[in-house]
């Protein structure tokens, strides 16, 4: 790839800090730890589907990804196409303000409306996912990913926290339920249409090997070689399996310390804002451990946190207990975001970044609806206390085949360059 100067190196920088800002602002909104259950329940969504949305958002997000993947394999113009997919999640948001914001239907059938805003939002981002992956690769310096990362996800984090707060003013505003969540949900999108237009004035680095036209026969040869003979990369996809219990945990959170202390529904606002400044500080810290000692640690980090949410879960007994768990949560996702990026990156070597991306989230997939089957049925049939016992002693699991199963790409020799020879 040829180089980006250091002029469109900070352009780049700053415009997708601000591009992660808007995103984080408008998902406060639509937050799958906070506002989302908080949204299900007050709609009387069953106990299981309020438990499955996370879960559900991540296999929904899998789903179309290989095949965008496989479409998108000869694309050159990789910045038209990331703009275009991600107009492809406007619709359902756009579905679900109009719905809440104005016809604001209640009864013990009104949450199937947002359920299929939510299936179709899911897909949406399961198609932006990969090319956004591919976009990134090129925006970026090799040697300056983790810092690039860390800061933008920051930013994420700033929009988070601003858009907690007027979630807090929203929820509590003369505004009726649903009608506030539907016009919270309006914000969101019009969030994505302002973040989108950004990747207009970002940089491309330009590639000095000649393309290589790839068949479906080639592109699939080169997947199944890479999930047979790629040792490293099989047992970090089998630690990633086993942590997917966290996904259920992120969705009973804020239900299951709601009805241990029976706080108002508004709080989605505060969490939301505790959430996204430990987020932001998570972000930046994870990308700076990840440059300097390798990315595999600085996920480990995020799953450490996340056992550490489900311990103090389980031990809570006011308000302040809940705020410090959703320190934790967002300490999690923060230090997962840049470190999970980076990874795929290291992981592809000089290969494309998109199809790693899509083999991690789909391989991962049906241990997800498994996570989540288990989970929720531990829920319904012997509480919620339990379900937290069950996602603690596998994410235990899991982090310790993180730590000790799976090598750092960087001191890795076994790199997929050597694989595809």
Known sequence: MGNLSKSDKRR??????IHEYFWGFGLAFHSVYAAVPLFLKTLGAPDAVIVSIAGLFSILVAMPQFLTTILSRNTQNIKSLAISVHFSILPPIFMMWFVFAFFAPTGPSA??????CFILYGLGVGVIIPVWAGFLRQVVSDNDRGRFFGISFAFNSIGGFCGGILVKLLLSSSIEFPRNF??????YGLAILIATLLF?????????????????????????TILTKHRNFRRYLISRAVLTVNYPA??????????????DVSEAGIFTVI?????????????????????????????ISNLTAVTLALLVNSMAGVYLVFVFVG???????????????????????????????????????????????????????????????FLLIGVMMMIFFVKDPKQDTETVDSILV
């Open 12 to 17: 780049n920088l700053a415009l997708n800090s």
């Open 111 to 116: 949450w199937i409306y947002y359920y299929i």
């Open 182 to 187: 539907g016009w919270g949900f309006a914000v």
């Open 200 to 224: 207009l004035g970002m940089k491309m680095r330009t590639s000095k090997d000649p393309f290589i036209h790839k068949t479906v026969k080639d592109f699939l040869s080169e997947t199944k």
């Open 250 to 263: 992120v969705s009973l959170y804020a239900v299951f310390m709601q009805d241990k202390l029976g706080f």
């Open 275 to 303: 959430n996204v400044v430990s987020y932001g500080i998570a972000s930046y810290l994870a990308g700076l451990i990840g440059d300097k000692y390798g990315h595999k640690y600085a996920i480990s980090l995020a799953y």
């Open 331 to 393: 300490m999690g996702m923060g230090a997962f975001m840049p470190s999970a990026m980076n990874l795929v990156y290291s992981f592809a070597g000089k290969r494309d970044g998109k199809l790693f991306m899509a083999l991690i989230d789909s391989s991962i997939a049906p241990f997800t609806l498994l996570s989540i089957i288990l989970a929720g049925t531990i829920t319904e049939t012997f509480g919620a206390t339990w379900a937290f016992y069950f996602i603690g002693l």
